[in-house]
Every structure is written in structure tokens, then in C-alpha cells.
């Protein structure tokens, strides 16, 4: 998310305007014991927080939500919301499987979602992604709809913690954040410090692959990348940007990376596979490859390293230090 969120009440904000910002603790502090929420909550009732396009809240918990993408609807259940989940966009279901009522109304596509099944829900908070284009486009038809329309950005774990932390207080379990937030932060500072034990640098490729394209990733703008480079590993296309724009397999080998990390993009991983040994696997070059040579060349599970993990953040960190790390 583009700004920080948060959470905290509206007296708790105003008395902040008046005295200037907290400062935010570093990215890779502990997220410290958040299983309570702050004294003045019942004073007020109201959470007040501030969203991705900067747009301020101060509102009470909602008894219905509609949360226009997956990912988020993921974390709304984490944070114990599922009961108050009004609708959700069809990846809830078909990606992150997860097990909704019945009574949970299906909005659609998270890339073409349908607004009158949205506004029929008759939620009181929408949640929705500032990185979503069709998302975006409705934000006129909720504020003329007079509803509280959230708009959020999760590119990295620390985003992920901070909208789990204001999903367990719009919730009211706030008890939510140890389990997915505390103790996955814990697995990922665990995997940091395997990092920083070792002195080598390694190179990595990493590619996302789906049944029509194949495409070398940077360490931004996607889940696996910006893992790799916490990790301290270097990208050889943060290095040659022109491998963004097409796959070279002669710039590869030149750069004959120490790692390659595959990962499916899409629900059709067959036809992933086959275009990927097509294109790649076949290829005698490629099979001259260091890391293919020597075993180090990876096909990692789409749920943890192309969707956006959520509470298996932990688990997906620890996976690559494994490979990376292992004695």
C-alpha cells in the first residue's frame, strides 16, 4: 500500500493532527503484541484510518462488506470477518479456496465485477484495490451511492501486516493479528536471518510463465521478486532491463544466473507447463545453464509466490531460504 494505514480511533487521530505523525517503526521490526485494541476504542466505537488514495475514515465496524478481490476477501476471514462478508469477487472461491456461506454472494470477475450484484448486497463498507483499474472506475458509483468505499494496495508483507492489523480492528478480533500477523513475521525475520549469515551474493532469474507468454521478472512489482531481494539476492533483470521487454535467452546466458525461479501464472497451470518446455526446457542452450546443470533452477507453487500469500507469507519465505540456504 502506497501510504500507511492507520488504525486507530478518531480522538486518538485528531490529538495526532494537532501533535504531528508517530513515526512508523522500520519494515523489519517486530510487529510487537497487537492482540489488544487501543483503551479509547470503546469510547467512540469509531475506526479511523486512512486509505490508499488518501482518502480518510473514521467509521464503525461494519455488519456488511463487500471486498471486490480475492486477496483481500483472504484476509478479511483471517482477520475473523467472515461472518459480516457480504460478497466477494469469484478468486475467493476458485483461487484461494476459500469455504464462504452460501449466503456469500459472488460478485464475479475481480477484473469485470457486477455492480449491481455489489450494490444489491447492500453492504456499509467496501474494500476494494487502488491498483485494480475496474475497481477504480467505481469509485464514482459508490461515493454517489453514499457507501464507504476503502481503497487499498498490498505489494510487499509489510502491507500485509498493516491491513491485516486494520482488518482485525474493523472486525473487532484484534486477537486475529498474533496468529497472521505476529507469528508469520516471525517466520520471515527467521528466514531474513538465515540470510544475513551468509556472505555470498547470489544471482537469480526469476520468470512467470502462463499458457501464452513467458516473462523474465524484475524484483518489483510481483510477489516473488521483491522476496528474493530481501533475502539478499540480486535479479540479473534489475541489472538488464531489456530483458523485461523480451525474452532473451542469449542475455541469459551471458548473465548465467545461480538460481532460476519459475512460477505459473493463471489457473491453466498445463498449459503453462507445456508452453514453458516448448519454449525453454527443450532448448539444448538452456540446458547449459549453470543452474539447470547443477539442479538449481525451480518450478515454485503459484499460491505462494504469484497470488499474493497472505498467511502463508511465512511458509513461502522459509521455502526460499531453504533453497538459498541450505547446509
Given at each position: 500500500?502506497?501510504?500507511?494505514?492507520?488504525?486507530?480511533?478518531?480522538?486518538?487521530?485528531?490529538?495526532?493532527?494537532?501533535?504531528?505523525?508517530?513515526?512508523?517503526?522500520?519494515?523489519?521490526?517486530?510487529?510487537?503484541?497487537?492482540?489488544?485494541?487501543?483503551?479509547?476504542?470503546?469510547?467512540?466505537?469509531?475506526?479511523?484510518?486512512?486509505?490508499?488514495?488518501?482518502?480518510?475514515?473514521?467509521?464503525?465496524?461494519?455488519?456488511?462488506?463487500?471486498?471486490?478481490?480475492?486477496?483481500?476477501?483472504?484476509?478479511?476471514?483471517?482477520?475473523?470477518?467472515?461472518?459480516?462478508?457480504?460478497?466477494?469477487?469469484?478468486?475467493?472461491?476458485?483461487?484461494?479456496?476459500?469455504?464462504?456461506?452460501?449466503?456469500?454472494?459472488?460478485?464475479?470477475?475481480?477484473?469485470?465485477p457486477?455492480?449491481?450484484?455489489?450494490?444489491?448486497?447492500?453492504?456499509?463498507?467496501?474494500?476494494?484495490?487502488?491498483?485494480?483499474?475496474?475497481?477504480?472506475?467505481?469509485?464514482?458509483?459508490?461515493?454517489?451511492?453514499?457507501?464507504?468505499?476503502?481503497?487499498?494496495d498490498?505489494?510487499?508483507?509489510?502491507?500485509?501486516?498493516?491491513?491485516?492489523?486494520?482488518?482485525?480492528?474493523?472486525?473487532?478480533?484484534?486477537?486475529?493479528?498474533?496468529?497472521?500477523?505476529?507469528?508469520v513475521?516471525?517466520q520471515?525475520?527467521?528466514?531474513?536471518?538465515?540470510?544475513?549469515?551468509?556472505?555470498?551474493?547470489?544471482?537469480?532469474?526469476?520468470i512467470?510463465?502462463s499458457?501464452?507468454?513467458i516473462?523474465?521478472?524484475?524484483?518489483?512489482?510481483?510477489?516473488?521478486?521483491p522476496?528474493?531481494?530481501?533475502?539478499?539476492?540480486?535479479?540479473?533483470?534489475?541489472?538488464?532491463?531489456?530483458?523485461?521487454?523480451?525474452?532473451?535467452?542469449?542475455?541469459?546466458?551471458?548473465?548465467?544466473?545461480?538460481?532460476?525461479?519459475?512460477?505459473?501464472?493463471?489457473?491453466?497451470?498445463?498449459?503453462?507447463?507445456?508452453?514453458?518446455?516448448?519454449?525453454?526446457?527443450?532448448?539444448?542452450?538452456?540446458?547449459?545453464?549453470?543452474?539447470?546443470?547443477?539442479?538449481?533452477?525451480?518450478?515454485?507453487?503459484?499460491?505462494?509466490?504469484?497470488?499474493?500469500?497472505?498467511?502463508?507469507?511465512?511458509?513461502?519465505?522459509?521455502?526460499?531460504?531453504?533453497?538459498?540456504?541450505?547446509?
Open positions: 500500500m502506497k501510504r500507511r494505514i492507520f488504525t486507530t480511533l478518531l480522538l486518538l487521530a485528531l490529538l495526532l493532527t494537532s501533535c504531528g505523525p508517530t513515526a512508523e517503526p522500520p519494515a523489519r521490526s517486530a510487529p510487537g503484541d497487537r492482540s489488544q485494541p487501543a483503551d479509547a476504542s470503546s469510547e467512540t466505537g469509531k475506526i479511523a484510518f486512512t486509505d490508499a488514495l488518501g482518502q480518510e475514515f473514521a467509521i464503525d465496524p461494519p455488519e456488511r462488506a463487500v471486498v471486490m478481490i480475492g486477496s483481500f476477501a483472504d484476509v478479511w476471514v483471517l482477520a475473523g470477518g467472515e461472518d459480516v462478508l457480504a460478497a466477494t469477487a469469484n478468486d475467493a472461491w476458485e483461487s484461494y479456496g476459500l469455504d464462504l456461506g452460501e449466503d456469500v454472494v459472488n460478485i464475479g470477475s475481480p477484473m469485470k457486477n455492480v449491481e450484484l455489489v450494490l444489491g448486497a447492500e453492504p456499509d463498507l467496501i474494500i476494494a484495490s487502488s491498483l485494480s483499474p475496474s475497481n477504480l472506475e467505481l469509485k464514482e458509483t459508490f461515493d454517489r451511492a453514499g457507501i464507504p468505499a476503502a481503497y487499498f498490498v505489494s510487499s508483507f509489510q502491507d500485509y501486516l498493516d491491513l491485516l492489523e486494520l482488518f482485525t480492528q474493523l472486525t473487532g478480533h484484534p486477537e486475529n493479528y498474533v496468529t497472521y500477523g505476529t507469528r513475521w516471525e520471515v525475520d527467521g528466514a531474513r536471518q538465515r540470510a544475513m549469515l551468509h556472505s555470498r551474493v547470489p544471482t537469480v532469474l526469476t512467470q510463465v499458457g501464452s507468454s516473462k523474465v521478472k524484475n524484483s518489483e512489482d510481483n510477489v516473488l521478486g522476496m528474493l531481494k530481501d533475502l539478499g539476492c540480486v535479479n540479473i533483470a534489475d541489472q538488464d532491463g531489456s530483458l523485461l521487454e523480451d525474452l532473451s535467452l542469449e542475455a541469459i546466458l551471458q548473465a548465467d544466473p545461480t538460481y532460476i525461479f519459475a512460477v505459473y501464472h493463471g489457473t491453466d497451470e498445463a498449459a503453462a507447463q507445456a508452453n514453458l518446455e516448448a519454449t525453454l526446457l527443450s532448448d539444448p542452450a538452456w540446458a547449459s545453464l549453470s543452474a539447470v546443470q547443477g539442479d538449481r533452477s525451480y518450478i515454485l507453487e503459484r499460491r505462494m509466490y504469484s497470488l499474493k500469500p497472505n498467511a502463508l507469507w511465512g511458509d513461502a519465505y522459509e521455502k526460499l531460504a531453504d533453497i538459498l540456504f541450505e547446509e
